[in-house]
């Protein structure tokens, strides 16, 4: 039973299809063929405005190359002191930045407090020339912390950042997990909040490499596509990029992914709720659950063949994550597993 | 009937079986997973050496990756002018290495000339801190010009390079290409060539996103885990990745396509060659030819359907390439035309 | 009465009688002159060793050009978190090192708490690829607190460094003051204490533009002068950064100043300790005192001539500097309106 | 009798007289001094606009920090082939920039081809992504073949640039020789003729670090204070930067040391025109002459003590220049070992 990560989960049917599908002939690199076009044109669709779309190969990627649009080479970048960009993506935000400087907020359930987000504003805005300028707030949605904001808790953050002329972005690498778990649309998850851009992945959600920024705010955009190509994201056979994403926005299919997914967590997390030795300290909305479990249990749930990380944010906390090949027995197994540990 | 590029080709069904059969399951991520440890153990055998192996998504990550850890940020790259790092990667090299040069040099059939490489060299030297620190030598094998290195060609670069303490890189974008044409082994034509690092290309052979960088020497090697990493080339699903490199190496199938796409080559020059209008001034040794075509039969060829690039880098100068998708009565019917037109 | 800053200050008399007699007469340039020469043997001389020697022109290009030939692009730096590194220049750090990453460590009197330290380091190690990499440890003597280290304390940073082989590297804008505060020697400070790498700062001295990285770690030292050519640190007219440091090292000009301004801010301190109202938490070791003072008090200094900064460390804490202009009779002066505030 | 070169020279006597001046006494440090503003106005005087004004230690530091504003990272930069940034200044363009690159353009007088560069830019625009985007044109004037540019001549390289929007940089690390040769204002020189950002620089002039960026256009301007911090070019005691600066405006200091050096030049050249055997392709236009000296005379030049460099642009080329301190005796000293040699 696997509750490891879900970039460890394989490809959806729909994405190793749309692969086979575009397998034979010829077509244009780099972006400029048939499939591309439709693949960019369906995300403006789920978005509902003429968003710029450009699909890169990872995440770290992805994020790393949105942020050096959204800051300069002097600026800081406001995120929790727990994202994926300051812990898992090693310097990409400084090489692709030029330099830029990432600052950890502390913040309950993986959201960064939003006075000390201010306090550190301020305080560097007095500094002047000689403190990182006051760039851009960088927030996760799913949270590292596996909760989601809504639309109006990212509008707090953009009415912060329109205080001091900053740019938001939005880590999604998990995006279609927060659309399902908050109900909101994609529009309103992202430009009716305020978000300039946004790294959009379904890497997670069945995709083998399909990760996007999406940019939302017009001079943003400008010659992105520069800043891609100099990275060596844009791909020659670009079209199998492109395949990824119309497989998998085609028929809801990316939300039903996210849906089962959530639903695969949430079925889970009743038999974490049930033991009392085992605190589950941050609200479980998406897909992936951080139970507190005394290292006796631990150990006894890994003999049983149950595999999760520990988590290094608290002692002894762990992380389970279910994906969209996650089976309703698979859980069950689990659940039996956990009850009797 | 399309001979634009070997990048507008499709995927061999070798590859998409490959990546079908890893499309279940889950897999460790970021190339710890059982598959990748096979594929790099394969570029190991077919180099007959312990060489490092990354994995990455394009050539020009390939190529600006391995020139930043053949080159210090103020080093001078001296490569042939019309090499694809300087030409078609827009400023990737730049990024990489932190702010090192490319020296286009000039020369014959594609190869940069020798002595006007020395001269450079001991200019700069002479100039001291004021100028580019010579660092490294970058050859394509196959060349822009689609003629090969031999090993011992290959060799009087790198006694060159010896005097003067630099690295060797070779751009192998078409590397299968040149083994073929020249007879020579893998191992010949790098590292018993002196070659520190190869970036080794597989896509326009019919993977989908499958670039290699392979590294010989040991010290180059050292932390390149982290370029990679940090520049978001590693994958979280690598086993996407390796897969494509198993499908191709195994069997041989790289080399076959290789044969195929240069033979198919070899059998459209006949035709170029027949007509007296018409000069093919670069040696046709691999899968691509460059006839200078005077505009009225460009013209014919055209409306006759047959696709193909106009080349900077002569007057009337045409590219035509062929691949492991070309078929032989594609050819024939190019032919066909050719002869008429 | 001004405490301000001790860059604030002028120009000691030998500092402008060394200029003017360096003004005639024509020079080879870019550090190619007698006086050059003569300035980097006499750094050497005083650290009892053949270091390398680099004139620079502020403490920003020394930090962040001897950081860069520590620690890799890719690489963490470990700094209190009060450095003037991480606050007080910007980005300089992320620029020159191509992308490296600060780590900014609580500790008590701005010294960095090794154990704090090791943890940092032991997470990113388990991180691996991940996160940024271990790469160096800087330390600033005399520290931000205005406290000093000895080479016992200093010892046990490189202790941890060899555990992980890491650089140490000592930021040292004011050297001076901290071989005077310790009785060491300058050797005993830097190398004798596995110093890698010292800015070594005589502007706050009495100099003008005089700051240097010295480099006792022979591989660190290679290529170093290409590092600073390209930031634009290397002047034409180089002798007039040399003519400063011979002006200040002859006949222990810097020592005597840094006795003098260790001495003022003694005397001035001793007018703190009466006052019960104020407290002074940092040990006051060298040129800098840091009060915390109650507002009306505060505001009474003022008024009454005092210029001083207000420090953000803690509240109303303040920050007083004394320098090698600094007379006995302001600080006296300063005394009386201490007492009477 | 040294000619060799005008950053070999001393001090004039008022850049020491201001320094003395401004020895003693405290004042706010990184430019925020009476001096600092004062030496700001006078610049915006002599271009008879609202510049923006950035004094910098080196003409390495002004022209990197210069381009880094007006060319993305991934832009082409259009210079003369033996412009200074090219040749002379390592790699700083490219760390500045963040990577985009020199492209040296041939022609005449130190003038690159307003054809060629045109060519360049439009088979850039061609390759799109894949190439360098045009970003910048780079003038020097003086040019390094000491030819001056009169303000028509400026007027069609912005048109060009015009039509594919790009910034208009000059090189003025003798724009006070190019001012004084052509009779035009500074105004004319600069943003009269389009040009968006001049590299001032008077430490050739009589400075001693004495270099500043001057923009004058708006958006260019913006945040570079930003980028003169991190470069670590801020100096901490700014005063001694500024007093140079007013020292040499003042009473046209500068102007008048200049005119002496063009006429020096003028008068030393007469002695190569009367000498057959000697060539000077080059106009003479300000304060440097570039004579083809055959061999032998040039080693009789050299036994009979005149010191001068040997050029590598085009065999036998020698350089000698003259600055405010070279005399007439200096002059007429080498006037004779010429016609006797």
Same mark, same amino acid.
């Given at each position: 039973m696997h509750f490891v990560s879900d970039n460890q989960s394989g490809l959806h049917p729909a994405v190793l299809k749309a692969l086979a599908e575009a397998a +034979?002939?010829?077509?244009?690199?780099?972006?400029? /063929? !048939?499939?591309?076009?439709?693949?960019?044109?369906?995300?403006? /669709?789920?978005?509902?405005?003429?968003?710029? $779309?450009?699909?890169?190969? +990872?995440?770290?990627? *992805?994020?790393?190359?949105?942020?050096?649009?959204?800051?300069?080479?002097?600026? *800081?970048?406001?995120?929790?002191?727990?994202?994926?960009?300051?812990?898992?993506?090693?310097?990409?935000?400084?090489?692709?930045?030029?330099?830029?400087?990432?600052?950890?907020? %502390?913040g309950e359930q993986g959201k960064p407090a939003l006075e000390q987000m201010r306090a550190h504003i301020e305080t560097a805005k007095i500094h002047g020339v000689h403190n990182a300028r006051p760039g851009a707030v960088s927030l996760s949605n799913v949270t590292e912390s596996g909760t989601v904001y809504t639309p109006g808790e990212l509008a707090a953050y953009r009415a912060l950042a329109d205080e001091h002329q900053l740019h938001v972005h939005v880590d999604g690498a998990r995006f279609a997990n927060a659309v399902v778990s908050t109900g909101a649309t994609p529009a309103e998850l992202t430009w009716g909040a305020g978000v300039d851009c946004l790294s959009f992945g379904l890497t997670k959600n069945g995709g083998m490499a399909a990760e996007a920024v999406v940019i939302f705010n017009e001079r943003v955009a400008e010659q992105f596509e520069y800043r891609r190509k100099r990275a060596g994201h844009l791909w020659s056979k670009h079209r199998y990029l492109s395949a990824q994403w119309l497989a998998l926005l085609e028929d809801d299919v990316w939300l039903k992914n996210a849906r089962h997914a959530n639903d695969m967590t949430q079925r889970l997390a009743a038999g974490f709720y049930e033991r009392a030795e085992i605190d589950v300290p941050w609200s479980v909305q998406a897909n992936e659950i951080?139970?507190?479990?005394?290292?006796?249990? &631990?150990? *006894?749930? &890994?003999?049983?063949?149950?595999?999760?990380?520990?988590?290094? *944010?608290?002692? %002894?906390?762990?992380?389970?994550?279910?994906?969209? !090949?996650?089976? $309703?027995?698979? $859980?069950?197994?689990?659940?039996a597993i956990i009850a009797s540990a």
């Open positions: +034979t002939g010829t077509a244009a690199g780099y972006g400029e /063929d !048939a499939l591309s076009a439709a693949a960019e044109a369906a995300v403006q /669709d789920i978005f509902e405005t003429r968003c710029a $779309v450009f699909f890169v190969t +990872t995440g770290t990627a *992805a994020n790393a190359l949105a942020l050096s649009a959204l800051c300069p080479p002097w600026g *800081a970048i406001y995120c929790h002191k727990g994202s994926h960009a300051q812990n898992d993506e090693n310097t990409a935000v400084e090489l692709y930045t030029g330099g830029a400087r990432l600052v950890g907020i %502390d951080f139970p507190v479990i005394p290292g006796n249990i &631990r150990l *006894a749930l &890994r003999d049983e063949g149950l595999q999760f990380y520990d988590w290094p *944010a608290k002692a %002894d906390m762990t992380r389970f994550i279910t994906h969209f !090949a996650t089976t $309703v027995s698979e $859980v069950d197994a689990a659940l």
